[in-house]
């Protein structure tokens, strides 16, 4: 099921994952009006816009599964966050 979109908007594609162990969709989208016309949205409430399609498709990947790393440094986010 695609997502409610403005009358502008285009949907391009959607991403399944997880993240901060919580499971998360973002929807990949294209709306001619804005100045940077590609853009994703997560179910987290994050989203980022691009000026060319190039980056829409890499990022939002990597926002729904994220590396090793990022996975390492996001935990030491919450207990550094829980410490103080």
């Not at 980022?48 to 399609?53: A, I, L, N």
Request: proline share 7%; charged share 25%; glycine share 4%.
């Amino acid at each position: 099921m695609k997502p409610q979109l403005e009358q502008t908007e285009f949907w391009v594609g959607t991403f399944h994952g997880s993240h901060d162990g919580t499971k998360a969709k973002v929807t990949a989208t294209r709306d001619d009006t804005r100045p940077e016309p590609y853009a994703w949205t997560c179910t987290c409430g994050a989203s980022r816009s691009f000026p060319t399609e190039h980056d829409v498709f890499p990022t939002a990947w990597q926002h729904t599964h994220p590396t090793r790393f990022d996975r390492l440094r996001s935990c030491a986010a919450r207990r550094f966050r829980a410490f103080r």
